[in-house]
């Protein structure tokens, strides 16, 4: 089993900066996927971004892209996601979640371990 826990989350003004943390643990973290999924009230969790265990190539929903970044921290097991220039539709849980060395990352369905997820508000 591999727990995540995630950190950070908050209430942040729109265009403000937002750093979360999602810190792994039981597992080999440098052979995980990691992504970040964010689930709205009422609507289906969405991807995010996702950073690939062994060449470290991302990539980013479409509505984030050049305002997130995720990178990860092997010695520390910890995954980030930079939240940068934030919108009010950017307001969300946010979840970590770690698939043992898939190529994949932009469906639920790719990974196998899931954060209790941390509360994202953005004020307009």
């Known amino acids: 089993q591999m727990q995540l826990a995630e950190s950070g989350g908050g209430l942040v003004q729109a265009g403000g900066s937002l750093r979360l943390s999602c810190a792994a643990s039981?597992?080999?973290?440098?052979?995980?996927?990691m992504g970040w999924f964010r689930q709205a009230p009422g609507k289906e969790r969405e991807f995010v971004t996702g950073?690939?265990?062994?060449?470290?190539?991302?990539d980013y929903a479409d509505s984030v892209k050049g305002r997130f970044t995720i990178f990860r921290d092997n010695a520390k097991n910890t995954v980030y996601l930079q939240m940068n220039s934030v919108r009010p539709e950017d307001t969300a849980v946010y979840y970590c979640?770690?698939?043992?060395?898939?190529?994949?990352?932009?469906?639920?369905?790719?990974?196998?371990?899931w954060g209790q997820g941390t509360q994202v508000t953005v004020s307009s």
């Open positions: 979640a770690a698939g043992y060395k898939h190529y994949n990352f932009r469906s639920p369905g790719d990974f196998s371990y």
């Open positions: 039981g597992r080999i973290f440098s052979s995980y996927t």
């Open positions: 950073i690939r265990w062994n060449d470290y190539n991302t």
